[in-house]
């Protein structure tokens, strides 16, 4: 998991997202702001958090990520940490 990014549009880094490889059979990542407010959340792999909230880019903060995922024939985990959107 990356511990920073910049959605500025420029094509690099404009998401932010776990890399997985592998079958993954369940998969949930949520990300919460500074107050404990979830800000996005997704069971697709594929999709990953571009800094907005309501279409409104939020300003440079840390937040939270917890990912919840399963591997085929794997039991289920569970890892957090923090990030950094710079703006």
């Known amino acids: 998991m990356p511990t920073a990014f910049t959605p ?8 932010i997202k776990p ?3 592998g079958n993954i059979k369940r998969y949930q990542f949520s990300i919460y ?25 939020q300003d440079g ?3 939270i990520w917890v990912c919840t995922y399963q591997f085929e024939n794997e039991p289920i985990q569970t890892e957090k940490g923090t990030f950094i959107l710079i703006r």
């Open 8 to 15: 500025n549009r420029d094509g690099i880094n404009d998401l």
């Open 19 to 21: 890399v997985l490889l």
């Open 33 to 57: 702001n500074r107050w404990g407010q979830l800000v996005f959340q997704s069971e697709d792999v594929n999709k990953g958090w571009d800094g907005t909230i309501k279409q409104m880019s």
């Open 61 to 63: 903060n840390t937040f």
